[in-house]
Structure formats: structure tokens, C-alpha cells
């Protein structure tokens, strides 16, 4: 596939084990480690990276970028893009199947 794991190691990910029904959760992991292990900034703040969960946990912080499934079929993609994260004009999010 082409991905980093979130050390930026290559990663021994297939597309068969990260598409199609039921697999929402192990793409939404994949992605993030991806993201992260290519250091992916959070354009607000550059010390953080964009996609890590324990710097920007539930996309709460302004520039921060949440990978999780919605449901086995949906990968769900939140960015807050703005303080207040809670208000819902200030995030971009979508949804993206896996099938």
C-alpha cells in the first residue's frame, strides 16, 4: 500500500486487510499511524502533529485531525479548524466507506 506506521517505518499493510466490508476500524488505524508517521503539522501549531491522538485528542485542538471508523463500514474524518472544536461549524469532517 505504501504507508508508514506511526514510527515512519515502512508498513506491511495490504489493501486487502484495509478495504472492503467490515474493515473501517483497521483503515482508520492505518491512515493515522500514516499520517502521523509522515508527520503530518497541525497548521496552528507546528510543534504538533496533525493526526496525534494524544496531542489532539477527539480533535479538540484547532488544526487537529481525527482517523476513526464510523460504524465497520465508514471511515470518519474530523479536522477542527477553528476554537471552539464543540461547534460544529468549526470542523470539517466526512465520511469515507470502505466497501
Same mark, same amino acid.
Not at 514510527?7 to 484495509?18: F, L, P, R, S
Given at each position: 500500500?505504501?504507508?508508514?506506521?506511526?514510527?515512519?517505518? &515502512?508498513?506491511?499493510?495490504?489493501? #486487502?486487510?484495509?478495504? /472492503?466490508?467490515? =474493515?473501517? !476500524?483497521v483503515m482508520? @488505524?492505518?491512515?493515522?499511524?500514516h499520517f502521523?508517521?509522515?508527520?503530518?503539522?497541525?497548521?496552528?501549531?507546528?510543534?504538533?502533529?496533525?493526526?496525534? &491522538?494524544?496531542?489532539?485528542?477527539? #480533535?479538540?485542538?484547532? /488544526?487537529?485531525? =481525527?482517523? !476513526?471508523?464510523?460504524? @465497520?463500514?465508514?471511515?470518519?474524518?474530523?479536522?477542527?479548524?477553528?476554537?471552539?472544536?464543540?461547534?460544529?461549524?468549526?470542523?470539517?469532517?466526512?465520511l469515507i466507506?470502505?466497501?
Amino acid at each position: 500500500m505504501g504507508v508508514v506506521d506511526s514510527n515512519g517505518a &515502512a508498513a506491511t499493510k495490504t489493501c #486487502a486487510t484495509n478495504t /472492503g466490508a467490515g =474493515t473501517a !476500524s483497521v483503515m482508520a @488505524a492505518t491512515m493515522s499511524a500514516h499520517f502521523q508517521g509522515k508527520k503530518f503539522k497541525n497548521p496552528h501549531n507546528a510543534a504538533l502533529l496533525a493526526t496525534d &491522538a494524544m496531542a489532539c485528542p477527539g #480533535a479538540s485542538t484547532a /488544526g487537529c485531525t =481525527t482517523i !476513526s471508523n464510523s460504524g @465497520a463500514d465508514d471511515v470518519k474524518i474530523e479536522s477542527c479548524i477553528e476554537k471552539p472544536c464543540a461547534t460544529a461549524a468549526n470542523k470539517i469532517t466526512d465520511l469515507i466507506s470502505v466497501k
